[in-house]
């Protein structure tokens, strides 16, 4: 082969690579394992990430560039009202606006699949959700287990949260024909329905199709819920369910965790703030299912700045 044939191949395989690999509004920073997974905030250089400061810029979001005022502006904006789950959320801005902010969260990777950057790992740590969200979950986990992706324990983390009773109806939780997840086809239920998250996660892993080896690597932890100050019954939070699998002691190891679009930046975020040096972190999920709803998208943004936030200051 010619010295230039040579150089022009060398060429472009560089260049193939860092395509490859480059992630829109990446900082690189505090040692993240994922690419798919973007840094908001460069405590190094004091700098936020240059998507997020232009959502802010379009949105006129007013603040002095430090992470502390970006959180105490987008807590005020973007949070969702107390009491309200982000099932309860709608469009709440112009479809200029809301193509506006999809367009920016594309770039901040809280759209499309995330997966995972290699193929052995210590823990698979799916997050609860509701029923068709955890349904997607594990889905997305056995399609992960199907390329070659290995664990050597598949943990659900989930608590007592009440059941809602639209989404998680009797007639939705016992249709196992309209489920992403693969399904035995002579699946019955045994018992009571569900009534909290956590029992109705034990049986939609009843419901998977899957081989007993897989099976019996699962574990369920169950958070529970909570008093506060006004003494309301409060549903466990994600920090809450890593807190309970912790009390396990489980050993050192790699941990993915399994989420999907858009939670995926702030599980990740939520995990490394909880989980401690001697576990490294990665994060994978599955796409934004249709519809976008553009305040879900701020109010996941939001609580992603927060934990970061958080998450910096243990640093």
């Not at 908001?40 to 006129?60: E, G, H, R, V």
């Not at 982000?86 to 770039?107: P, Y």
Request: glycine share 4%; hydrophobic share 40%.
């Amino acid at each position: 082969m010619s010295r230039n044939k040579t150089l022009l191949l060398s060429l472009f395989i560089f260049f193939s690579c860092a395509i490859y690999h480059y992630i829109p509004g990446s900082l690189n920073a505090y040692n993240h394992t994922n690419v798919g997974v973007p840094v908001l905030f460069d405590k190094d250089k004091a700098t936020a990430n240059q998507t997020l400061l232009s959502l802010l810029k379009a949105l006129s979001i007013e603040h002095d560039n430090s992470l502390q005022d970006i959180v105490s502006v987008t807590q005020k904006a973007w949070l969702r009202k107390a009491g309200q789950e982000r099932w309860d959320l709608d469009t709440a801005h112009s479809a200029a606006l809301n193509s506006l902010i999809i367009s920016h969260c594309q770039q901040l990777n809280m759209i499309e699949e995330i997966i995972p950057s290699t193929k052995d790992y210590t823990y698979a740590l799916v997050m609860g959700a509701t029923l068709d969200t955890i349904r997607n979950r594990f889905a997305f986990l056995i399609k992960l287990i199907k390329l070659g992706i290995r664990f050597d324990s598949i943990v659900f983390l989930t608590g007592q949260r009440p059941l809602n009773p639209t989404l998680e109806s009797a007639q939705k939780l016992l249709d196992i024909t309209k489920s992403s997840l693969p399904c035995n086809p002579n699946w019955s239920l045994q018992g009571p329905l569900p009534c909290n998250e956590t029992e109705m996660i034990r049986m939609v892993i009843d419901q998977a199709a899957l081989d007993s080896a897989i099976k019996s690597k699962i574990v369920v932890v169950d958070a529970p819920c909570k008093i506060n100050d006004a003494g309301n019954v409060i549903r466990p939070t994600t920090g809450d369910t890593f807190a309970s699998w912790l009390k396990t002691n489980p050993p050192a190891g790699k941990a993915l965790i399994i989420s999907s679009q858009p939670y995926v930046g702030y599980q990740d975020m939520v995990a490394r703030s909880y989980l401690p040096s001697t576990c490294t972190v990665e994060s994978a999920g599955c796409r934004y299912e249709e519809p976008i709803i553009d305040s879900d998208l701020l109010d996941t943004l939001a609580r992603w700045i927060y934990q970061t936030n958080l998450y910096l200051k243990q640093q």
